[in-house]
Every structure is written in C-alpha cells, then in structure tokens.
C-alpha cells in the first residue's frame, strides 16, 4: 500500500449494486441493501485504519424516493439501525460524520439521529465522514444559485464578486476538499447526480464488484490505482530535466 502522504485526501463512493447482489442469490432487494450495510462498516474502518482524511458515501439520492414505498421503507429502517447502533464506534473513534443533502423530506426520528450523530462526533479530529443522504447534485447546485441570486436582489451581493470558490462556500460540502478520487461500484459509468461541482478534476475508478462484495482489498487496490496517476489539473506535464 502507498505510503498516507500519497493517498487521496478525500475518497468519494458510488455505492451501486444491493438489488443485483440480491437478485445474482435470489433474495429480496432488502437483503441486498443489509449487506450493503455491511460493506458501509468494513470500508468505513478501512479508511480509518488507512488514515484517510475524508471519505464521502452516496448513500441515497433524492430520486430514490421514487422508489416502491416498501423498500423506500427498508432503507429508512437501515438508516435508522446504522445511526443508532454505528455512532458510538465513529465517537470512539475519532470520526467525525456529517450528512449532506435535503433534510426537509426526512422523517423526525431520522433527522434527531442525524443531528445527534453529527453533535457527538463534532469534535473528533479524524476521519472526516459524509453521508450523501437525500442528496443530488442539481439540487445542491440550485439552491446554491438561488441563495447568491437572493442576495444579490436585495444588495447583500454584488454580483460581480461572485467566483467559483465563494460559489463552492455554499454548497453543503463546504470546509472539505473535493474528492480527488470517486470510485463506483457494479460496472456502472456515471455519476447519477453526486458532487457534479466537486468532482471537475476528480480521477475515477470503476469497478465491476457489486457494493455489498466490495472488500477493504478492493478499496486499497483503488486507492493504490489512484497513486499511480499524474494529475495536471487542464496544465501540462512538467517536462523532464535533462
């Protein structure tokens, strides 16, 4: 493995693949969506054995809730069991964790984990964990635009000293770095709506592994892949002295 110096400070994960995993052993889509809990567990204490800065984890995406009422229901459920069991590891140790992403549409027994969650672990120093819950990109980015925009009709802003870096303070990933690496699970090649704005110079790494099999090897191997790539941010290569 590479040495801390080298490695991504912020790591971002599609976590694709639960109802394939599921149908793959003919079981219910909710057996899927347990073991991909599981699989939360084990790369989260990966990333803290490794001493990774940041690790963000799509969790689930404001189109989800399109989905059937009854997994929609499940996952609630899931969500409810990793807040209420999972916080007193993250305190213990070191993380801390935040959510990011609409919590208008959450129920109030979640939205108090959440918040006592996010209280508890406030003062840790390190890991820094993120859930993308109730998250999309093109939510984010416009609520970000209608707030400046608010601002700015009612003189609070000039308009002219908008910039991308006073943009980026407003989303809900502000106080991190972007992801320098996003991985994505199940073969799929797309972002589905996760960090459109942070992810402009992001590398990735795709993986035909279904999430809830996705294993801590697998992950470093990702992250060991991300190393050995020259990252020029739209500059050239330095060339070589002679």
Known sequence: MAETESLPRHV???MDGNGRWAKKRHLPRAAGHVAGVSAVRNIVRA???????????????????????TEVSHLMGL??????ED???LVARNVRMRIIGNRSRAASDILAMIEDGERRTSGNTGL???????????????????????EAVSG?????????ESFAARLSTR???????????????RLSNFLLWQAAYSEFVFVETLWP????AQFREALEAYTQRERRFGALSPEPVA
């Open 128 to 150: 820094n964990l993120t859930f993308a819950f109730d998250y999309g990109a093109q939510e984010e980015i416009a609520a970000a635009a209608r707030a400046m925009a608010e």
């Open 79 to 84: 969500f409810r069991t990793y807040f209420s």
């Open 213 to 216: 099999d996705f294993s801590p």
């Open 47 to 69: 990333a803290i054995d490794m001493q990774l800065s940041c690790l963000t984890l799509y969790a689930f995406s404001s189109e989800n809730w399109k989905r059937p009422p």
């Open 156 to 164: 609070q802003l000039d308009p002219k000293s908008i910039t991308p």
């Open 12 to 14: 971002a994960i599609i």
């Open 175 to 189: 106080g991190l770095p972007d992801p320098d690496l996003i991985i994505r699970t199940s073969g799929e090649r």
């Open 87 to 89: 916080v007193d590891e």
